[in-house]
């Protein structure tokens, strides 16, 4: 009988006890969407990143020099440099409300310098936090979201030297950028997927039992059995993006990704008036490849330049090589700009955009 009411009486307890946390969790949930609110509207584009930073740090020490690769190395894949993200440096002691209001944010901090503007860089953390920053040196970031305007990405990056902080930041390179290339990511598909192209999407997902979202603007040029192209084609810019899959029977295919490309793009494009003309690679540019998690699929990253065989035209490509092991497939997806005489970057990172929004056969099955 005691033993009964005792179990009745600790199962209410931890109930109660649950139940205050989650009040507990919905006020201070409550409480961080309403400062969040209040704060004003990130500004800027979506790959701009204002450093802020011991000027010289930023200069001449080899923390910069990690900062710089790690944010102004060029974009692979492109016909001109253009730099991953344009960095402005800005002075702790001008951080004023218009930077502040930046879509991205670093902070670089490290104790052992001790100009002024590294005093005040120390201001934006506790005395318990600066204290922990010297006994523990495998501390050195932290991301903040919403700090001074909404939909801001901010990211501290701290150590007790010069020497750990750059050594921390050589080792965490990718996933550093990945803080701001995620971010630039979603920024661009609030602005791309305001408007898709819903009947579309539906066609290419009964037609291909996968999902992709296609904004608006965007038009059907080929849909065959295994394999579809789409194109935004604009005064001076085209855009344009094609799926191909097969069952996946050998993964060697991802050490010849090249050769996978040029097998697609001579059998599937190629010009209506004259089928010996097609797209191709540019032979004098290597493709470059990276292993990636693909939306939790293994995957190969590709960037290079194409061209059509008459050379006529060309321009930069970025590609996945998927595999969807539970549907016995692969797909080769591919985003590829043609705009003579222009800046490609952020037409690249809008086809990336929207790259990331395909979903495999499997991934379809495992929604339902």
């Not at 005792?6 to 109930?15: A, D, G, L």
């Not at 930023?58 to 730099?83: A, C, N, R, Y």
């Not at 939306?295 to 290079?304: M, Q």
Request: net charge positive; glycine share 4%.
């Amino acid at each position: 009988m005691f033993a009964l009411i005792f179990k009745r009486s600790e199962k209410m307890y931890k109930c109660l006890i649950l139940a205050s946390l989650l009040v507990f969790s919905c006020s201070e949930s409550s409480r961080n969407k309403l400062k969040s609110e209040m704060l004003p509207n990130s500004r800027g584009e979506a790959d701009e990143i204002i450093l802020v930073a011991d000027s010289a740090q930023w200069v001449d020490s080899i923390v910069g020099e990690e900062l710089k690769k790690t944010f102004l190395t060029p974009m692979l894949g492109l016909p001109q440099d253009e730099p991953l993200f344009n960095v402005s440096k800005v002075s702790p002691k001008k951080l004023n409300s218009v930077f502040k209001s930046a879509k991205n944010m670093v902070f670089v901090m490290t104790l052992d310098s001790k100009t002024s503007e590294s005093q005040v860089l120390q201001k934006y953390f506790t005395d318990q936090s600066l204290d922990q920053i010297k006994k523990d040196t495998s501390m050195f970031f932290r991301v903040q979201k919403d700090l001074f305007a909404r939909g801001q990405t901010a990211l501290f990056l701290f150590s007790s030297s010069e020497e750990f902080l750059s050594k921390k930041i050589n080792y965490h390179r990718s996933q550093i950028r990945e803080i701001f290339e995620s971010s630039a990511r979603k920024s661009i598909q609030s602005k791309l997927f305001n408007s898709t192209r819903k009947q579309l999407e539906e066609r290419i997902t009964k037609d291909h039992n996968l999902k992709l979202t296609i904004p608006y603007g965007w038009e059907k040029a080929r849909n065959l059995k295994n394999f579809f192209w789409l194109r935004l084609i604009n005064a001076e810019t085209e855009q344009s993006l094609f799926v191909y899959y097969e069952p996946y029977t050998n993964q060697s295919i991802f050490n010849e990704v090249d050769l996978f490309r040029d097998k697609i793009t001579q059998k599937f494009l190629f010009d209506g008036e004259n089928t010996q003309v097609h797209i191709e690679r540019q032979p004098q540019i290597p493709v470059f490849t990276e292993r990636v998690n693909f939306n939790g699929h293994f995957a190969v990253e590709a960037r290079g330049l194409w061209r059509i065989s008459d050379l006529s035209r060309g321009g930069p490509f970025v590609s996945y090589t998927v595999v969807d092991k539970e549907a016995g497939l692969i797909y080769y997806i591919e985003g590829y700009v043609d705009s003579p005489g222009t800046r490609k970057k952020n037409l690249i990172r809008e086809l990336e955009a929207i790259l990331g929004t395909f979903r495999t056969k499997s991934d379809i099955s495992n929604l339902d």
